[in-house]
């Protein structure tokens, strides 16, 4: 099989034809050419099926070693595996550090709709002793924003043994950091909107699976909740895929040199970051996972300090969200939503010279002292 940089530059390439373009254009239709039998051609109505979203969805199913499906946003693709594949009565496991949202469809959704939820640490043995009687199983590791990491073959045997379903959320990773399905996983849900596509300027969810008849499931979802990604995002994806594995080696490189600058500072408390060998889940990570992603969780003494360390930073834009080429970092804090100490912050490393990001936290560290 050719290496994951090789196919993430050429996946889901139309066949080469003579004066055709090498990826082609988002094809922006709302319905086509449709003659006779309504199964003649599967691009009918721009809601069930558009060839641009075929395109990237067979390059995502090459990453990720399954068959894919695209959705409008990261939350398209959590609503549409959390709420539509779990039924009334059924029981979800759902790892409680981890993206807010997913927690959110899960107690305000699900919750109300009769499924019993249990919510577990991000803690493999946690995990595997919450699966008994459950249906779905939800791991997002590295958890977010705590960074901690479970182990997705030792969950997925437990996830099997019980008769449930592991998903396991990849967006930090991304195919090239860890491939779930390949580990045992049953879905792997990604937001688009970070890492994968690395240039904040769009929103995407990818959901992928071996399991034909849950692919045809989440199909349906797809087009009777309307949550399709334009054809425009879907282009802009696929052609941000093809330099993943340029953006993933750099700002995975940085975070990896900052979280090491950061953890020998006396002033910086509570370094987390899976690649580093003092880290709770290293073991685990290396064994799992080719890289170990963009973002670095450290903490300084409160609130003020952590604002004004924002504030200072030159290089580093105070934004949400990660996984763009640009370095940001956000008090995580201020949203109310993770239990975090009041001075943690979260940095997701982008793409510029180290030297550089190393020596704007040096120089923001140092005015606010
Ligand atoms: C951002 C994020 C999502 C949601 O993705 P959107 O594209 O913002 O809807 C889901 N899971 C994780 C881990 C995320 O970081």
């Known amino acids: 099989m050719l290496g994951p940089s090789t196919r993430a530059v050429h996946a889901g390439l139309p066949e080469r ?44 199913g090459s990453l990720d ?16 595996t959390l709420v539509g594949l779990v039924a009334p009565g059924e029981t979800v496991v759902v790892t409680q550090d981890g993206y807010s949202g997913v927690r959110l469809v899960a107690s305000e959704r699900l919750a109300p709709a009769r499924v019993k939820l249990r919510f577990v640490d991000t803690d493999s043995e946690e995990i595997v002793d919450a699966c008994a009687g459950a249906s779905l199983v939800w791991v997002e590791t590295p958890s977010n924003p705590r960074l901690d990491v479970a182990d997705i073959r030792a969950v997925a045997d437990a996830a099997h043994a019980a008769g449930a379903l592991l998903v396991v959320d990849n967006t930090l990773a991304t195919p090239l950091g860890q491939t779930p399905l390949e580990l045992g996983a049953d879905l792997v849900v990604t937001s ?10 769009l929103l995407l969810g990818v959901v992928s699976t071996r399991d034909e008849r849950l692919l045809e499931r989440l199909r349906a979802w797809r087009s009777q909740a309307g949550s399709v990604a334009g054809a425009f995002e879907a282009w802009l994806a696929h052609r ?47 064994a ?37 080429v640009h370095t940001t970092a956000e008090r995580r804090g201020r949203w109310g939503t993770d239990g975090v100490h009041e001075g943690f912050i979260r940095l997701s490393a982008g793409c510029e010279d180290v030297a550089d990001l190393l020596a704007d936290v040096d120089q923001a560290l140092a005015r606010t002292v």
């Open 65 to 80: 070693g399954g068959s894919s499906l695209t959705f409008a946003s990261g939350m398209a693709a959590v609503t549409a």
């Open 192 to 201: 688009g909107t970070k890492s994968l596509c690395g240039h904040s300027d």
């Open 17 to 60: 034809e003579q004066g055709e373009p090498l990826l082609a254009g988002p094809v922006l239709a709302a319905n086509f050419h449709l003659r006779g039998p309504v199964d003649s051609t599967p691009y009918g109505y721009g809601r069930d099926a558009n060839p641009t979203w075929s395109a990237l969805e067979q390059a995502l």
């Open 288 to 324: 799992q996972m080719r890289h170990y992603g963009c973002l670095v969780g450290f903490t300084l003494a409160d609130a003020a300090r952590a604002q004004a360390f924002l504030g200072a930073c030159r290089l580093i834009a105070e934004a949400t969200s990660f996984g763009g």
């Open 240 to 286: 941000s895929l093809a330099t993943l594995a340029l953006r993933i080696e750099r700002s995975n490189a940085n975070a990896l040199a900052l979280a090491q600058a950061l953890s020998e500072r006396g002033d910086v408390l509570d370094v987390r970051y899976p690649g580093l060998p003092s880290h709770r889940g290293h073991a685990v990570a290396a």
